[in-house]
């Protein structure tokens, strides 16, 4: 990584969490004992000018509590996460990015892993002509045009790779929904090309400290129940252990 005076390459010191994120890895006995998991979380902000921005309502306390349960698991976990207010875990070595394409450039630069978690709530769009400067409203009535391209589907992208087609890299991603929750993830499971996906009732759950998941994967679904999203984020790390010894 990037040294004082500019310089690049071996001889820079880790971060320490990073360090201790390999250290406690290393000597686990956990289920996830030795496995590196990539987890993404929070939104993304789409700039539109340089004092405005396009967002969602992800808070990113279930994506954070996610890679927090992985690292108790005893994996090494590094967690992309978008503009949030809640606290780095501790034992995960965090990267923070803004916009959708910042974070897919992270995910691709830490795609050696065993388990990718595409929790983050990814913008599906960003302003095409990006402002250099502060759109003004100047009175002349006249309303600015925002147009739109689509973002990279970061966890369709890292579903297709190589690793995770031929079994070594276990993709999962997340559905936040309004209405009909079973049948939009088992689509999106299928048109994510994932083995599992994981529903949740987006507007019910935004910014709270509590949740409710739904598990979809090739044999069927299956249900967590209302709870704090540290214990279903537990849960569900334990459910990906399951699946990845069986
Ligand atoms: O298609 P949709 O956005 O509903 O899919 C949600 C899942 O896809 C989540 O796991 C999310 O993290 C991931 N995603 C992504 N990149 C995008 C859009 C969604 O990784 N651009």
């Given at each position: 990584?990037?040294?004082?005076?500019?310089?690049?390459?071996?001889?820079?010191?880790?971060?320490?969490?990073?360090?201790?994120?390999?250290?406690?890895?290393?000597?686990?006995?956990?289920?996830?004992?030795?496995?590196?998991?990539?987890?993404?979380?929070?939104?993304?902000?789409?700039?539109?000018?340089?004092?405005?921005?396009?967002?969602?309502?992800?808070?990113?306390?279930?994506?954070?509590?996610?890679?927090?349960?992985?690292?108790?698991?005893?994996?090494?976990?590094?967690?992309?996460?978008?503009?949030?207010?809640?606290?780095?875990?501790?034992?995960?070595?965090?990267?923070?990015?803004?916009?959708?394409?910042?974070?897919?450039?992270?995910?691709?630069?830490?795609?050696?892993?065993?388990?990718?978690?595409?929790?983050?709530?990814?913008?599906?769009?960003?302003?095409?002509?990006?402002?250099?400067?502060?759109?003004?409203?100047?009175?002349?009535?006249?309303?600015?045009?925002?147009?739109?391209?689509?973002?990279?589907?970061?966890?369709?992208?890292?579903a297709q790779s190589a690793r995770a087609q031929n079994g070594?890299?276990?993709?999962?991603?997340?559905?936040?929904?309004?209405?009909?929750?079973?049948?939009?993830?088992?689509?999106?499971?299928?048109?994510?090309?994932?083995?599992?996906?994981?529903?949740?009732?987006?507007?019910?759950?935004?910014?709270?400290?509590?949740?409710?998941?739904?598990?979809?994967?090739?044999?069927?679904?299956?249900?967590?129940?209302?709870?704090?999203?540290?214990?279903?984020?537990?849960?569900?790390?334990?459910e990906i252990a399951r699946r990845l010894k069986a």
């Amino acid at each position: 990584g990037d040294m004082a005076c500019g310089e690049y390459g071996l001889g820079r010191l880790a971060e320490p969490t990073a360090i201790m994120t390999a250290i406690t890895a290393m000597l686990s006995t956990g289920p996830l004992s030795g496995k590196h998991i990539i987890v993404t979380s929070g939104p993304t902000h789409e700039p539109i000018d340089p004092v405005r921005y396009i967002a969602n309502r992800s808070s990113g306390k279930q994506g954070h509590a996610i890679a927090k349960a992985a690292a108790e698991a005893g994996a090494s976990v590094v967690l992309v996460s978008g503009p949030v207010t809640v606290p780095d875990p501790a034992g995960v070595q965090t990267i923070h990015v803004e916009t959708a394409r910042q974070m897919l450039e992270a995910v691709e630069a830490a795609l050696s892993a065993d388990i990718f978690i595409g929790a983050a709530a990814v913008a599906d769009w960003r302003v095409a002509d990006v402002a250099g400067q502060k759109i003004k409203k100047d009175g002349s009535g006249q309303l600015p045009q925002l147009s739109f391209v689509e973002n990279p589907d970061i966890l369709a992208g890292v579903a297709q790779s190589a690793r995770a087609q031929n079994g070594a890299l276990y993709c999962v991603g997340f559905a936040a929904e309004s209405h009909d929750l079973l049948k939009h993830a088992t689509a999106k499971r299928e048109r994510k090309g994932v083995p599992l996906l994981v529903g949740n009732i987006g507007p019910a759950t935004f910014g709270l400290d509590d949740n409710a998941l739904v598990l979809v994967d090739a044999q069927g679904s299956q249900e967590l129940p209302h709870a704090g999203k540290l214990i279903l984020a537990r849960q569900l790390v334990a459910e990906i252990a399951r699946r990845l010894k069986a």
